[in-house]
């Protein structure tokens, strides 16, 4: 009986490790970002080291978000003129496109796009600061990594995230005005000025946007956390790349249930 209860407390150990390693991780980040907002005002002091983090994290990504929201638009606009002209409804073309981009694919595939180039990015550059113990240094000179390297990146990444997916909705609808007018020989009138009746500035456009700021604040805290949290080796910096990168795109999806659940439902 006694080697039943011990197998027994074996397998609730080993199913229960990871999970209070996970809430005490979970414990560190809320720590870590609490320094990072407390810090951050020295950081709006240096407001070039935010514009420096913009163009690397914003403007260094708008090549992959421009041609990826441009075959989006395109693969969307094929995908819904052929079930739209079952039930001859190919007019409605523009508002379909224009709703599943600025609701829904935008603000989502600009996160997933910004968390594999730019997160994983971030995570190596402040992984290889701390592996090279340039940190360490800082400290040593009375300078604070949180002020001086953490938050502008944080605050850059923010920033630049809702920028980048409302180009990507606008290059994706583009793409489908080539495929539904230019190429399928939609009326262009009809294409635009429908969509411009079914889509509501602040339902649609508005709420987006928001979406794509809280996808930043995500995708940001996870990518300066895990770099700053992460074993000062090679090993250690390739892993929390790895960590940034499949975390981002799990907390963007879970947060987009439960983003749309508030804001679109019923509309």
């Not at 995500?218 to 090679?234: H, K, M, N, R, W």
Request: hydrophobic share 60%; proline share 3%.
């Amino acid at each position: 009986m006694a080697d039943y209860l011990q197998v027994l407390a074996n397998g609730v150990r080993r199913i229960g490790a990871p999970l209070t390693d996970m809430l005490i991780k979970l414990g560190f980040a809320c720590r870590f970002f609490i320094a990072l907002l407390r810090h951050s005002p020295a950081a709006w002091l240096r407001f070039g080291l935010i514009l420096r983090e913009i163009w690397f994290a914003g403007v260094l990504s708008v090549l992959i978000i421009v041609v990826s929201g441009l075959f989006v638009g395109m693969v969307l606009a094929l995908q819904g003129y052929d079930t739209l002209v079952r039930f001859g409804a190919s007019s409605s073309l523009g508002i379909l496109v224009a709703l599943s981009l600025v609701r829904e694919l935008g603000p989502v595939v600009a996160a997933l796009l910004f968390a594999s180039r730019a997160g994983s990015a971030i995570t190596a550059e402040i992984g290889l600061m701390k592996t090279t113990e340039q940190l360490a240094a800082m400290e040593m000179m009375a300078v604070n990594p949180l002020a001086r390297v953490v938050a502008p990146r944080f605050w850059g990444g923010v920033i630049s995230m809702p920028l980048l997916a409302a180009l990507f909705s606008a290059m994706g609808i583009f793409g489908g005005y080539l495929i539904g007018v230019q190429l399928l020989g939609l009326d262009a009138g009809s294409f635009w000025s429908q969509m411009q009746s079914a889509v509501d500035f602040r339902s649609d456009v508005l709420n987006g946007v928001i979406k794509s700021a809280f996808f930043g604040l995500a995708v940001s805290l996870i990518a300066v956390f895990e770099g700053y949290d992460a074993t000062p080796t090679a090993e250690g910096v390739s892993r929390a790349t790895t960590r940034t990168v499949v975390t981002s795109a799990l907390v963007i999806l879970a947060l987009d249930f439960v983003l749309t659940a508030f804001m679109f439902r019923g509309a």
